[in-house]
């Protein structure tokens, strides 16, 4: 063997290891498209997904509050109360399916979003134009990650990006970073359950004493 096909053989097997990924998602884009929710479930972990889903959700709100340091806390407070509970409702198997189908989960009932594109364009690899795309924009991380944006050709802000990671010697999805205006609706929603909340608490408590007359 001559010494320049060792690294030659080392790059070729490389390659084909980043390939692997690619035949999972193409895999999980199939059942997505045929509604297939126990094939999209085993290719899904959904502790880590639910973790990351509430984590993307408080650090919006916090990014998004406005209002006094004090008053900022307890609104993010009360906000991450709320965010892991609406992480659950979208972390479901039949949500996750609806939420890869077009980047936008209709079962939560939120607000129309203000960046959506007309063609709704999902996970879908109908071709191998298609899957070539989505190799040329996914990031490699190390040997056992690789990130995919979704779609491959859209802007950053109308695209959620997927996270696989390799287990029991296959790819699964642990993490969904959804896009810009999804996650401001969901903040949205979750500000406004806050704000009940709080009219909630006030009516409870009442208005503060007036303080005595003087004589």
Excluded: C
């Excluded at 030659?8 to 929710?37: C, H, I, K, M, N």
């Excluded at 916090?62 to 009360?78: C, I, K, S, V």
């Amino acid at each position: 063997m001559r010494w320049w096909s060792i690294p030659l053989l080392a790059a070729l097997a490389w390659l084909a290891y980043t390939l692997t990924p690619f035949w999972s998602l193409y895999e999980l884009a199939r059942a997505v498209q045929a509604g297939d929710v126990a094939a999209v479930e085993s290719r899904v972990n959904f502790r880590t997904l639910r973790l990351s889903l509430a984590r993307q959700v408080s650090a919006t709100i916090r990014a998004e509050a406005a209002a006094e340091p004090r008053e900022r806390q307890r609104l993010t407070d009360a906000a991450a109360a709320l965010a892991l509970p609406v992480a659950e409702a979208l972390v479901t198997p039949k949500t996750v399916v609806d939420l890869l189908d077009d980047g936008w989960p209709q079962a939560l009932d939120l607000p129309d979003a203000t960046q959506r594109h007309e063609r709704r364009d999902g996970l879908r690899i109908p071709d191998l134009s298609r899957a070539l795309r989505y190799y040329l924009a996914s990031d490699m991380r190390g040997f056992r990650s690789v990130v995919i944006p979704v779609p491959p050709d859209r802007p950053r802000a109308e695209q959620f990006r997927l996270r696989l990671r390799l287990h029991d010697w296959g790819w699964r999805i642990v993490e969904i970073e959804l896009s810009e205006d999804l996650r401001g609706r969901i903040a949205e929603k979750i500000a406004a359950g806050v704000a009940r909340l709080r009219e909630k608490s006030g009516e409870k408590t009442g208005p503060d004493p007036a303080p005595p007359r003087g004589r």
